[in-house]
């Protein structure tokens, strides 16, 4: 009787401390990923340095639009960057009552640089994606050579040749002779003004230039004709995908929730405080099979990785006093004694 009573007991106290290491273990998964039982709308991050990050953009996958997928960098020290396939470019300014990016190009032709041409590359854009190279910018092209780019002044040109008008790069334009902030920055050097119709063409020009400046024209909201200045940048133009589950997510009247998508099917999700949802975040009635799916990639995963660390780690510690334990065959000592 004592012997089983002993028994009983030992197998108690066994559970009592797999379950106490099993609670200690889920405790510590919680304190060492702190971030990963945020709110799901709350993993979209709204701003990247002072740069608001709005819809359809979205800096954290599975926020925005999946048009946008991975397009906008926010960058370690809180610089936000244009992804395209010649490099990554710094973005200054994201407008979306005018939908339009600011971007600079680090390689193009600048002030400071005067008669010395550095190496540079054409600037680039997927045409898969819904950007476009703006109308408003033009494009400036320094030390052409005159054997295979035509250099004249346009509107004497355009008289004598009016069907290889488009193709000629203006000697004589304003900016030339007007070049924003240094307009005696070039001595010996030609330019000319050319808008190119496609990536393609910026390429070939600079295959027989020394380089390039773009220079976009910035409203200042002053009377015409001094509304516009000109300044150096590339501003890409970009659409704003609506849709009615999109207005129906975002209007506050239904939750105010945030546009989104699943990232490994790309299909739409309402992003919310309580997790996703198929419609809008006051639908009760809609499946909530997505509640607890994480938006960013890797969370779900994430949180199961720190769970079964925690309970390996337990699991791994109480084997560890188990094997140190000294071996009593169910009798109860003061060796062993747990109080």
């Not at 359809?56 to 960098?73: A, E, K, N, T, W």
């Not at 380089?211 to 200042?220: E, F, L, P």
């Not at 945030?258 to 975040?281: A, I, R």
């Amino acid at each position: 009787m004592a012997s089983q009573l002993l028994q009983i007991t030992s197998t108690l106290c066994n559970n009592i401390i797999h379950a106490l290491f099993v609670h200690v273990a889920l405790l510590l998964s919680i304190l060492i990923f702190p971030g990963l039982i945020k709110a799901q709308s709350s993993q979209c991050r709204t701003s990247c340095g002072d740069i608001p990050i709005y819809y359809p953009f979205g800096i954290d996958d599975g926020c925005g639009s999946p048009y946008y997928r991975h397009i906008l960098v926010c960058s370690d020290s809180g610089s936000l960057e244009l992804r395209t396939p010649s490099g990554r470019y710094p973005v200054r300014n994201v407008s979306y009552s005018d939908p339009h990016i600011l971007v600079s190009d680090p390689f193009m032709w600048n002030c400071q640089d005067g008669d010395n041409f550095r190496p540079t590359r054409p600037f680039s854009l997927d045409s898969s994606t819904h950007f476009s190279l703006s109308r408003q910018n033009d494009y400036l092209f320094f030390n052409c050579s005159e054997e295979h780019v035509i250099m004249e002044p346009k509107p004497i040109f355009c008289e004598r040749f009016p069907d290889q008008c488009d193709s000629t790069c203006d000697s004589a334009s304003y900016l030339c002779r007007h070049l924003p902030e240094c307009a005696s920055a070039l001595r010996g050097s030609s330019c000319c003004s050319y808008y190119p119709k496609a990536t393609d063409s910026l390429r070939l020009m600079l295959k027989y230039c020394a380089s390039y400046a773009s220079v976009y024209w910035r409203n200042v909201g002053a009377i015409q004709p001094d509304n516009q200045v000109p300044e150096y940048g590339i501003r890409v133009d970009f659409d704003i995908p609506v849709t009615t589950r999109c207005l129906h997510c975002q209007d506050v009247a239904k939750g105010g929730g945030m546009c989104g998508f699943d990232t490994k099917t790309q299909e739409f999700l309402c992003l919310c405080d309580k997790g996703n949802v198929t419609t809008y975040c006051k639908d009760h009635d809609v499946s909530q099979e997505h509640s607890n799916r994480g938006v960013v990639a890797g969370t779900v995963s994430a949180v199961s990785v720190a769970g079964a660390i925690g309970v390996g780690a337990g699991i791994w510690f109480w084997k560890k006093v188990r094997a140190k334990a000294p071996v009593t065959h169910g009798v109860q000592s003061n060796e062993n004694r747990l109080f």
